[in-house]
């Protein structure tokens, strides 16, 4: 069974940029990734009950190499192994 993460950027300001995630893009939230711009590799969390930090640590990943790529963080993003 593999594994997959899908997330909406939810709010951007000067410091952060949060992601409402899930691992079905039609299912209910399952937590909210909270990435800190300035040290965006090191200081990221999760927030909600069902917060998983494994899929929070994933969608991280994937959100932080399109910013390297585009310079902006994305609207969407999604790891799928």
Not at 10 to 21: K, L, N, P
């Amino acid at each position: 069974m593999g594994i997959a993460v899908y997330g909406r950027k939810v709010a951007e300001t000067s410091e952060e940029v949060r992601y409402e995630y899930a691992d079905d893009p039609d299912s209910a939230v399952d937590g909210v990734l909270v990435i800190d711009k300035r040290h965006p590799t090191e200081n990221w969390h999760v927030e909600g009950e069902n917060a998983s930090p494994g899929l929070g640590r994933r969608l991280a990943a994937r959100a932080y190499r399109r910013f390297q790529e585009t310079g902006e963080w994305p609207e969407r993003a999604a790891h799928i192994a």
